[in-house]
Each structure stands twice: as structure tokens, then as C-alpha cells.
């Protein structure tokens, strides 16, 4: 797939199933992300690919972190935060881990780690997989960080969902640039 094609028809995944990237793709997906916009050089982004069981431990991870905000949390919604990793054969966490010690703004390091975000979800889609970014509590638990060698300054980016579509994504309509777009006046 061409490059403009991809950036200009990708959409998120759903029903992701098997297979899902094997290693050789992978690589090639997270070479894309290690290639997102950089300022100094820092490389702040940090991947973890998690598959087969190391999902269920990311789901009792998850469970765990959800029961402790929530005390009043039912069975059936700690069970949904438990079963959340398995929607894809596949999940890279992509974190960010900013230096503080750097004058590269800790904002601008972060939004390094969402472009690689955006990278493995165009490159993903490019190689014919289905991707999804997901967030929610998660992200911003200072102990699902820990597990993920993070400090609470750092930020989880976001938890990626790849594999295969198991029915087509929805098409989407072409944005109205009129909408979001303005030329700034010369004078």
C-alpha cells in the first residue's frame, strides 16, 4: 500500500483476531514507530508487546488496578477490566518515558510517543491488519505504569490492539478540511 493511501484511508480496527503481525511484520511496524518525529533525539518511546498469556496477566493487572479504584466495582466489571487485553491476539503498550533533565519539553516528548502511536497504527494498517488505540483509566494508573517500568511523570500513550479484522471496518467519510483548516493572514 502506498504511503498517502494508507495515512488517507486508515481506519481503527475492530473484532481483531488471528493471526495476528508475526515477528518479521512486528518489526517492520515498530521500525515505523521508532521513526516518528523526535526533537533532541531522545527516543522517549518504549514499546512492550504482549501476546498469548502475557495478555491474562495484563487482564488481572488491569483488574487488579480497577478494583482498587473502584471498592464498589461488581464482579461483572472487574471481569470486563480482566477480559479488556484479550480483545486482540496482539498488544503493544506504548509508553513514554520522559527526561526531565532534558530542555526538551516533557509535552513535547510525550506527543514523540503518540506519533509512534500513529506509526504502528498506519504501518499496521499498510501491512493489512487492523489496529485500535485504546486509553481509559488505565493508562493513567501510577501502578500500571510501574509494571511497565514507568515513573508517574511518564505517560502510557496508549495500549494498541492488532490484529486481524474479523469484519471490515467501516468506512469513513472524507473530512471537510474547510472545517479545521484556515490560512493565516500575511499581514
Not at 47 to 72: C, Q
Not at 95 to 107: D, F, L, R
Request: charge should be negative; glycine fraction near 8%.
Amino acid at each position: 500500500m502506498e504511503a498517502i493511501d494508507a495515512l488517507t484511508t486508515r481506519v481503527s480496527g475492530s473484532e481483531l483476531g488471528d493471526p495476528a503481525p508475526d515477528e518479521l511484520e512486528l518489526h517492520t511496524i515498530l521500525s515505523a514507530a521508532a521513526r516518528a518525529p523526535d526533537h533532541g533525539r531522545l527516543r522517549p518511546w518504549r514499546f512492550t508487546v504482549l501476546k498469548g498469556i502475557a495478555r491474562d496477566r495484563l487482564g488481572a493487572l488491569f483488574a487488579e488496578a480497577y478494583r482498587r479504584r473502584h471498592p464498589d466495582a461488581t464482579p461483572a466489571q472487574i471481569e470486563k477490566e480482566k477480559n479488556r487485553p484479550l480483545r486482540a491476539p496482539l498488544v503493544v503498550v506504548v509508553g513514554a518515558k520522559v527526561n526531565h533533565e532534558s530542555h526538551i519539553p516533557a509535552i513535547e516528548q510525550i506527543l514523540s510517543g503518540g506519533a509512534a502511536a500513529q506509526n504502528i497504527m498506519v504501518a499496521a494498517f499498510a501491512l493489512g491488519f487492523g489496529c485500535a488505540w485504546k486509553t481509559g483509566e488505565a493508562a493513567y494508573d501510577p501502578e500500571i505504569k510501574s509494571a511497565f517500568g514507568l515513573a508517574p511523570t511518564d505517560a502510557i500513550i496508549g495500549f494498541l490492539y492488532l490484529g486481524t479484522n474479523r469484519m471490515r471496518p467501516a468506512t469513513l467519510e472524507p473530512v471537510d478540511l474547510s472545517d479545521h483548516v484556515v490560512e493565516w493572514p500575511a499581514a
